[in-house]
């Protein structure tokens, strides 16, 4: 646990909480809710896999029913923890095929709403930072672990809290055994400037220029403080070089990115550069995707993902066969989705805001242009 941070604990439920429901795969999903380091309330998802007396998991009774604790050898242990998370602007629902991909492979899969952002977590995505998004992960990663009692876990996360993700294996070296990054950003300054049609506002800062910073900026369909910029600044998230850092100082952790050649946002050049810094992090290059990747795009992704956490964790005990990897259909994501979207609806039918706290942000339609074409929500990655 990082110093100086209490334990996390979780939202008391009053009589009116919804119970756990059954999904694909005979997956049990339940909700949670936990209190950050700040206070606000981080609202998500818990799916655990199918445990049947044979020991047989989400492959039918084929292995031992789960690839091994994170970070251990396959087959000991509980199932491996799977933390995921969208990208700016994007709700939980937005995850449900990469959630449910890693469900149906063995992995108890934890999938939140950043505090000020959108979806049903506390806060406004007005006031979201990327600060804000890594403490966020980092303590519902912890959270995590310690209600599963896994050792470590892996993150799946897009674009900005795929920044976000390489920051916090940095501050947790104990907590993220794998990191995966779905058109993770690795310059903040560079796609920031792209996003607001070339206004660099961390130069402008860098010059000793704050005029404008009190304004707002629109990112991917939301209005958000242009004075988070000086957190950028503050707190060394701008440019590549901090990215690296980041990196080599997180070398106890594997990485895993995906970039898209369509992306319009992040540059090639940039990705291969950071990645290549280091021998624990690899990139791969998806040439007919953009910034948001559609579902069989992402399906290509979870595949390399998961043979990744294979590869770390080992073969299974007695030298038993790896069962074939497993993928959802799409009419089990949109059946996922709809037992989600009628929870959210109680959450948000129970939100008040609280004294001096600013109202759940509904998400919007991205009004930015995406490359390669417009994806079904019923089977997106986690984007943004």
């Not at 009774?61 to 990208?87: E, F």
């Not at 990485?255 to 050049?269: C, K």
């Amino acid at each position: 646990m990082a110093a100086g941070h209490e334990p996390l604990s979780a939202e008391p439920a009053g009589q009116e909480w919804p119970g756990a429901f059954r999904g694909p795969f005979d997956s049990v999903t339940e909700p949670f809710t936990v209190r950050n380091r700040h206070g606000a309330t981080v609202r998500g998802t818990l799916s655990r896999p199918a445990r049947r007396a044979d020991g047989g998991g989400a492959d039918g009774g084929t292995d031992s029913g789960d690839d091994g604790r994170s970070g251990s050898r396959a087959g000991t242990g509980p199932p491996p923890v799977a933390v995921v998370v969208a990208g700016l602007g994007r709700p939980r629902l937005w995850t449900a095929l990469p959630g449910l991909h890693l469900l149906a492979n063995g992995f108890t899969v934890v999938r939140f709403d950043l505090t000020n952002s959108v979806g049903v977590s506390d806060g406004d995505i007005l006031d979201f930072t990327l600060t804000r998004a890594c403490e966020d992960l980092c303590d519902v990663a912890r959270w995590a672990r310690d209600r599963c009692g896994t050792e470590r876990v892996t993150a799946v996360t897009a674009s900005i809290t795929g920044r976000a993700a390489l920051r916090a294996a940095a501050l947790e070296p104990d907590l993220f055994a794998l990191v995966g990054t779905l058109c993770g950003v690795v310059d903040v300054r560079a796609t920031l400037t792209a996003l607001l049609s070339g206004r660099d506002l961390v130069g402008q800062l860098h010059r000793g220029d704050a005029s404008g910073l009190d304004g707002v900026g629109t990112l991917f369909g939301h209005d958000i403080r242009l004075r988070g910029v000086e957190g950028l600044v503050r707190d060394d998230w701008a440019g590549t070089a901090g990215t690296v850092r980041d990196l080599r100082t997180a070398s106890r952790t594997r990485f895993v990115d995906f970039h898209a050649g369509g992306d319009p946002w992040i540059r090639r050049t940039d990705v291969r550069a950071v990645y290549d810094s280091v021998p624990h992090a690899r990139t791969f290059f998806l040439p007919d995707a953009g910034h948001e990747l559609n579902p069989a795009q992402t399906r290509r992704a979870l595949a390399v993902l998961l043979r990744a956490h294979r590869a770390l964790t080992g073969p299974p005990p007695g030298g038993r066969p790896r069962p074939p990897l497993r993928t959802p259909t799409s009419a089990q994501v949109s059946a996922q989705r709809r037992a989600e979207k009628a929870l959210d609806r109680w959450w948000l039918a129970r939100q008040r805001p609280g004294p001096g706290s600013a109202p759940v942000t509904a998400p919007a339609p991205a009004t930015a242009p995406v490359a390669a074409g417009t994806p079904d929500p019923a089977g997106t990655a986690p984007a943004h």
